[in-house]
């Protein structure tokens, strides 16, 4: 059986980050996100939470999500 997989990456705001030095992810996108992607069949294979540079001095999280539908 074929697999069929997408990548959903949900980045932090850069205002948090820039003034508080940190912000959270955004938890209600992420729930969007999730419930779309479920309504049409995917299911959540992997998710991983990713911590880059930004500029000079911050970091900004991201959270990446795998989704996997069978074809």
């Keep these: 059986m074929k697999k069929q997989y997408k990548v959903e990456v949900i980045k ?3 205002l ?3 003034f508080l030095g940190s912000s ?3 938890v209600k996108k ?4 999730m419930n779309e992607y479920g309504k049409n069949g995917w299911d959540v ?3 991983v939470i ?3 540079r930004m500029w000079l ?3 900004r999280e991201a959270l990446i999500v795998t989704f996997v539908k069978d074809i």
């Design 12 to 14: 932090e705001g850069v």
């Design 24 to 26: 959270k992810l955004p």
């Design 30 to 33: 992420i729930e969007e996100v």
């Design 16 to 18: 948090g980050t820039l």
């Design 50 to 52: 990713e911590k880059s």
């Design 57 to 59: 001095f911050w970091e």
């Design 45 to 47: 294979s992997f998710q």
